[in-house]
């Protein structure tokens, strides 16, 4: 069964803290949503939606696209509990999410399918390390760097206030999407017609707006 709980007097660090479990959708190789509530793998980053890498032998493959699989099957079917003690920028809970007690951001990054993402933490590097010295996944080649990846990105359109969410007007409706979102960085925001910034998703939800993926 879903559940959402603060924890308040409970919780050390930050004053935000919060539980979540149950059956997941995967948005890409680092991101879940379990009920509606959108949240971030602490510790690790994986390739980008359409990022390639190259194996043993200089072929590109489409690395960021078997990392959001990995994660699935990693999932699939089975009930994820998350826990975590803060927000990002986008409003996404940043926790550690396990699967019958298997951490699956440890689980991604041994498998070579993530990097440990050692400007929030270096609690996955030695998995990483292990899965370095064995050639898995990513490490079977070359791959770039998601953070390099995003930071090679044409410039993006400047967000007001820090509220990076896209409110688009489309065919398909009131459509908000979200910065690691595969349509993120050519979705234009035009607020002359009616089109928004948000800050965070439960506030885009609240004006009646619905995510690009569902």
């Known amino acids: 069964m879903f559940r959402f709980c603060l924890l308040l007097a409970l919780c050390a660090g930050p004053a935000f803290g919060a539980m979540l479990d149950g059956p997941v959708r995967v948005i890409d190789g680092d991101t879940l949503e379990i009920s509606g509530e959108r949240v971030r793998l602490f510790g690790i980053d994986a390739p980008e939606h359409d990022q390639r890498c190259t194996d043993a032998a200089g072929r590109p493959w489409a690395c960021g696209a078997r990392a959001t699989e990995a994660l699935r099957d990693l999932t699939r079917g089975r009930a994820v509990r998350c826990s975590g003690e803060e927000q990002d920028r986008y409003g996404r809970l940043v926790a550690r999410c396990t699967v019958a007690g298997r951490d699956l951001g440890a689980a991604m990054v041994h498998d070579g399918m993530a990097f440990a993402y050692r400007r929030y933490s270096r609690d996955y590097v030695g998995a990483e390390e292990q899965a370095k010295a064995a050639r898995r996944g990513i490490w ?72 690009a993926g569902d």
């Open 140 to 211: 079977a080649g070359a791959a770039e760097n998601p953070a390099a990846v995003r930071a090679a990105a044409p410039p993006a359109q400047a967000a007001p206030g820090g509220c990076a969410i896209k409110g688009n007007i489309s065919s398909r409706g009131r459509i908000y999407h979200l910065p690691d979102d595969r349509s993120y960085a050519k979705t234009r925001i035009n607020t002359a017609t009616g089109e928004r910034w948000f800050c965070t998703e439960a506030e885009a939800r609240a004006a009646g707006w619905r995510h």
